[in-house]
């Protein structure tokens, strides 16, 4: 009920940023969404907010380049980052945001939670453990969200679900809780509104 009133609210985009001084007043609950390039993060917000064309999503790995904001109602923020990673941009320009990217995480006092999608068919990869552990030095639970779940067999989830809590139990900052989802099938939608309702 409250996930309904939420994003009933309306979802809009605000502002995209470059630099830290660029963030918008840090007076709202906010969540964002981190994770490789091309792992699904974009669409994730599409899903979530049911707009299509909110968050550009594209094949192209690469394709968030800005810390963009999205309005959530009145009172909260999606915020979909850059992938990390892959991806297709001189290299100059992917360290400048790599380094807002971990600015970001590391010091945004209204981020309540940091989901950090893994592709459910890859696992956890060494670029997901770095920025983990950068989540466990600073205190921002995080929570992981396996995306296209709609690519796997039953089975091989299974195997996946047990590998990825295996890998989380070493993080101090991770919420145990998973959620698998498919932002093509809608899986797993209603449980991540439902969390991003629930956080005060
Ligand atoms: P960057 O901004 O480059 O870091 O990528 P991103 O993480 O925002 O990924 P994006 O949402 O742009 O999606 C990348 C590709 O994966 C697109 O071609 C999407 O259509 C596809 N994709 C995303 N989610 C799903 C899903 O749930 N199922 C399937 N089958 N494909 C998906
Ligand atoms: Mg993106």
């Given at each position: ?145 396996l995306?296209?779940a ?30 698998l ?7 797993g ?12």
């Amino acid at each position: 009920e409250k996930a309904r009133k939420l994003f009933a609210g309306g979802a809009d985009f605000l502002k995209g940023v470059v630099a830290m001084d660029g963030l918008p007043p840090d007076d709202r609950i906010e969540v964002c969404f981190a994770g490789r390039s091309n792992v699904g993060k974009s669409s994730l917000i599409n899903a979530l907010t049911g707009r299509k064309g909110l968050a550009r999503a594209s094949n192209t790995p690469g394709r968030t380049q800005e810390i963009n904001y999205f309005t959530l109602g009145d009172e909260r923020f999606l915020v979909d980052l850059p992938g990390y990673g892959y991806a297709n941009a001189p290299v100059a320009v992917v360290e400048k945001w790599q380094q807002l990217l971990k600015r970001y995480l590391s010091g945004r006092q209204s981020l309540r939670r940091a989901f950090v999608l893994v592709d459910s068919r890859h696992g956890i990869k060494a670029v997901d453990q770095e920025i983990m552990k950068l989540l466990d030095r600073s205190a921002v639970t995080f929570q992981v969200v396996l995306t296209k779940a709609d690519k796997i067999s039953v089975k091989d989830r299974e195997k996946m679900l047990v590998q990825v809590r295996e890998k989380l139990s070493k993080h101090p900052a991770a919420y145990p809780e998973l959620v698998l989802t498919s932002s093509e099938k809608g899986y797993g939608i209603p449980t991540l509104r439902s969390i991003i309702a629930s956080l005060t």
